[in-house]
């Protein structure tokens, strides 16, 4: 059982770079294939990015070039480096976390953190 807290969601400009975390607790981080989600207000969950137990990453389209996935075992810490934000870019971020790759991002499998706000708006 991992818990997971997301955080640095925040208010920014079109244009902006905002850098998000997701602390993992609870077991073993590097065993735990990791991504990230978003819900905007109305809108189904849709996937960001994900980084596998082995480092390996894959973007959305909607994301790419802009958005960058990394990890730290050491810190137990998975991040989100988001640039040139747009106002579609706004939503809750969510973290998951799973042992499956298959699991990723399944509501009712692993582990989702609370969720953080990332506004884009001018």
């Known amino acids: 059982q991992m818990q997971l807290a997301e955080s640095r969601g925040g208010l920014v400009q079109p244009g902006g770079s905002l850098r998000l975390a997701c602390a993992a607790s609870?077991?073993?981080?590097?065993?735990?294939?990791m991504a990230w989600y978003r819900q905007a207000p109305g809108k189904q969950r849709e996937f960001v990015a994900r980084i596998t137990r082995g480092s390996h990453t894959m973007y959305a389209d909607s994301v790419k070039g802009r958005f960058t996935i990394s990890r730290d075992n050491a810190k137990s810490t998975m991040y989100l480096q988001m640039n040139s934000l747009e106002p579609e870019d706004t939503a809750v971020y969510l973290c998951n976390g799973a042992t499956i790759l298959s699991a990723v991002g399944q509501t009712n499998s692993g582990s989702w953190g609370q969720g953080t706000q990332v506004t884009v708006s001018s």
């Open positions: 609870g077991s073993t981080f590097s065993t735990y294939h």
